[in-house]
C-alpha cells in the first residue's frame, strides 16, 4: 500500500486539485491519518479545505501548505512518517518542487484530459516522471482519464486511453476508470464538499469516483 500519493501533472485544468481532494477525503472516511499536501503554488487544495473547515467539520484531515521547494523531498519523507496516507498536490508547470515530489512519491497518478493538448503536454510531464525514477525507481504511475465526454456513445475518451497505452507501454498504466466532465465536480468544489456529499438526485459523478477508488484499492494503491 503506498504511503505518499503525488497527483501531478505539469498541464493546469486536468482536475489535479480536485481529484486530490476527493482522494483525500476518501481516505480520510476510510479511518486512515491523512495530510493533504499543497504544493501547488495556486493553492487550490488549501482554499478546499479552508471552505471547507469554515461549513462543515466532519472531515478532520491535517493540510499542509509547502510551497518551498528547497529540501522538499526530504521533508516529505519525513511528514510521512506521522501518517498512513500523505496526498499530495503538485503541477501546473514543470518545477524543482514538482520534481521533488516525483522522487518522494511511492505512487504518481496523472490526470490528462482528452484534448490535443492535453495529450500532447503529457510528454513532458512523462519526461519528468523518467528523470525521477532515476532515484526513485519504484515509483509506480497511473494515467487517469479526467473531464471524458458524458456521452455514453462518445469513445474519445477510449480511444485517448488505448493512444496512451501503446505510447507509454512500460512505463505507466493507463487505468481503466474514466472521469466524466460532470457538474457535480465544480459544483462541489464550491460548496466544500467531497464529490459523493453532492445532493444531487442522481450522483454519477460519486459512482465514477468510487469505480476509481475501487480500481486503486484492486491495484494495491489504496
Ligand atoms: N470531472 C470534472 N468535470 C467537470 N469539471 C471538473 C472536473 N474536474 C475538475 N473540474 C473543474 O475544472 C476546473 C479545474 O480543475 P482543477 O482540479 O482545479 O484542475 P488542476 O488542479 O489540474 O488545475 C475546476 O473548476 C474544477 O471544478
Ligand atoms: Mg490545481
Not at 495556486?42 to 467539520?57: A, C, M, P, V, W
Request: charged residues 25%; aromatic residues 4%.
Amino acid at each position: 500500500m503506498a504511503k505518499i500519493i503525488a497527483i501531478s501533472n505539469t498541464k493546469g485544468g486536468v482536475s489535479k486539485s480536485t481529484l486530490a481532494r476527493n482522494i483525500a477525503m476518501a481516505c480520510h472516511i476510510n479511518n486512515e491519518k491523512v495530510l493533504a499536501m499543497d504544493c501547488d503554488p495556486q493553492n487550490s487544495l488549501e482554499k478546499f479545505f479552508s471552505t471547507r473547515f469554515e461549513r462543515l467539520d466532519n472531515v478532520e484531515l491535517d493540510v499542509e501548505v509547502k510551497s518551498e521547494s528547497t529540501g522538499l523531498k526530504r521533508h516529505i519523507l519525513h511528514r510521512s512518517d506521522r501518517y498512513d496516507r500523505v496526498i499530495i498536490d503538485i503541477g501546473g508547470r514543470d518545477t524543482v518542487a514538482m520534481r521533488q515530489v516525483l522522487m518522494a512519491a511511492e505512487v504518481v497518478i496523472i490526470p490528462v484530459n482528452t484534448s490535443q493538448e492535453s495529450t500532447d503536454a503529457l510528454m513532458q510531464m512523462m519526461d519528468a516522471v523518467e528523470d525521477a525514477r532515476g532515484v526513485n525507481e519504484d515509483m509506480q504511475v497511473f494515467l487517469l482519464i479526467t473531464m471524458a465526454p458524458s456521452d455514453p456513445h462518445d469513445t474519445t475518451a477510449t480511444v485517448t486511453a488505448e493512444g496512451l497505452s501503446e505510447l507509454y507501454e512500460g512505463r505507466a498504466t493507463v487505468l481503466n476508470t474514466k472521469i466524466k466532465h460532470r457538474k457535480a465536480w465544480l459544483q462541489s468544489g464550491y460548496d466544500g464538499l467531497a464529490i459523493w456529499e453532492v445532493g444531487t438526485k442522481e450522483n454519477k459523478a460519486a459512482s465514477e469516483f468510487e469505480a476509481l477508488i475501487n480500481e486503486l484499492v484492486k491495484k494495491g494503491v489504496l
